[in-house]
């Protein structure tokens, strides 16, 4: 397969843009530990939850590439036209007002109030035991959520980097420059990057996906497009892009006006 | 293990939203793409008819849910 200079950078955008909407997430819930139970102990979290997934990645990434590469850009273009076309959805929806925005300014709310209260209930006994549990908890919470989130940031990279020969390394730098550009706002804002327009993110990240799924799943199974010849397929990413943007901006007036237009019959 | 589970219901939710749109998608996949990869030969616009297909998922889902709620 030709891995152009398009593929290259789609790849590193859509890299980028997914992996900074999971690192949102988990950022949110950090803020919130650490703000209520101090640093030490969830940062310690997340790095070792860094270098787990530090290690799922040197084991995964090779291994995919001595599969052919038809088949892993079929299987990949399928998952990634999977979770590409449900963000869509859901964005579309979202912007249609058909399903509540998220809001991480409530997820953070939320989550300081959970460790407070576990914090009352330590309180209530005494003695070192219980100082250490309470290390473990702020411990096992950055852990669990930037696991949780870093493993499908995992995934998307691992997806979007088995496209070709090459495009691990711009799917990484994609996911390593979202983690540090959502660092260096955690630290610069030390709250819920509740400015962050996360649906406008998810909407784009939808486009970018769906549009690198279909190309995939056609460059796998050896489909045409017109105007195009076999050494320049590329070009049919950002025309994809173009014509899932444009469905979907449609979709967002027509589903609102079909929401609200009563039901006959 | 707790966390392992909740990858895995993660994960899995990366996928599935509107179960019946991925049944679709993956039908879509499993039926359209090997009969369009015979005629890929003949024809420009197999690529096309693939993301129609993917559009048409999308669209019914969407309207679906606006039409329910």
């Given amino acids: ?265 | 293990m707790h966390w392992l589970r909740t990858i895995a219901r993660e994960i899995l939710g990366l996928f599935v939203d509107d179960g019946s749109m991925a049944v679709a998608i993956l039908v879509w996949l499993v039926l359209a793409v090997p009969a369009m990869r015979h005629s890929a030969p003949s024809t420009r616009w197999t690529g096309p008819v693939l993301f129609a297909g993917l559009v048409a998922t999308l669209v019914e889902s969407v309207l679906r849910f606006a039409r329910r709620e």
Wanted: with cysteine.
């Fill in chain 1, 1 to 265: 397969m030709n891995i152009g200079f398009t593929n290259l950078g789609t790849t590193l955008v859509a890299s980028f843009l997914a992996s900074l909407v999971e690192c949102v997430e988990a950022l949110t819930v950090v803020l919130a530990v650490g703000s209520v139970r101090g640093w030490a102990s969830p940062l310690a979290g997340v790095a070792c939850a860094l270098a787990v997934l530090a290690a799922i990645v040197a084991a995964l990434g090779p291994a995919l590439t001595r599969i052919p590469l038809p088949l892993v850009q079929i299987a990949v273009g399928a998952m990634i036209l999977l979770f590409g076309l449900r963000w869509l959805r859901k964005a579309i929806l979202r912007s249609a007002g058909l399903i509540p925005l998220h809001d991480e300014a409530a997820a953070f709310q939320k989550s300081a109030a959970a460790i407070r209260s576990s914090n009352a209930e330590a309180a209530v006994s005494s003695g070192p035991e219980n100082s250490r549990r309470l290390d473990r908890l702020a411990f096992a919470a950055a852990f669990n959520i930037t696991m949780l989130e870093g493993t499908e940031v995992v995934f998307i990279v691992i997806a979007l980097g088995a496209g070709g020969t090459g495009l691990l390394w711009p799917a990484s730098l994609g996911a390593v420059a979202a983690l540090g550009v959502v660092t260096a706002l955690g630290v610069a804002l030390h709250r819920p990057l509740a400015r962050v327009p996360e649906n406008t993110l998810k909407f784009v990240v939808g486009v970018l996906l769906s549009a690198f799924g279909t190309f995939w799943v056609g460059e796998g199974a050896g489909l045409a497009w017109p105007g195009l010849t076999s050494a320049d397929t590329d070009l049919a990413i950002p025309v994809l892009m173009a014509a899932y943007l444009a469905v979907a901006l449609c979709l967002v007036p027509l589903s609102r006006a079909l929401h609200r237009a009563p039901v006959e019959g």
